[in-house]
């Protein structure tokens, strides 16, 4: 029913999509602390900064493979992507206040 210890104690998160709009796994992963590796779907960038808070990888089988792999052993990166996602701010007032505009100006 939680998923959130679990996504907590994780090694990594890996999202295999070809598009999402508002990646909210992927948001819940980063404010866990949680590495992230996924797929170049066109707003993926939006999401993940490479190497900085997970990594980007081709839409591949190999290429997901290699980075998951590249995550899992490489301890120095993963302790940096942990050490970023630690210290960013995660504040979602602006999307909230894009829906009350949208709905205020109807």
């Not at 210890?5 to 992927?26: F, N």
């Not at 998951?68 to 996602?85: A, E, P, Q």
């Amino acid at each position: 029913p939680n998923p959130y210890p679990y996504m907590k104690q994780a090694d990594m998160l890996v999202v295999t999509s070809r598009y999402e709009g508002l990646p909210l796994v992927i948001n819940e992963a980063k404010i866990l602390g949680t590495p992230v590796v996924t797929t170049n779907y066109p707003t993926a960038t939006e999401a993940v900064a490479h190497e900085e808070t997970g990594l980007i990888c081709d839409m591949t089988p190999e290429s997901i493979a290699q980075a998951v792999i590249r995550l899992y052993r490489d301890n120095i990166l993963k302790k940096h992507i942990r050490k970023t996602l630690s210290m960013q701010a995660f504040d979602n007032t602006k999307e909230i206040r894009k829906y009350i505009e949208a709905i205020e100006g109807m």
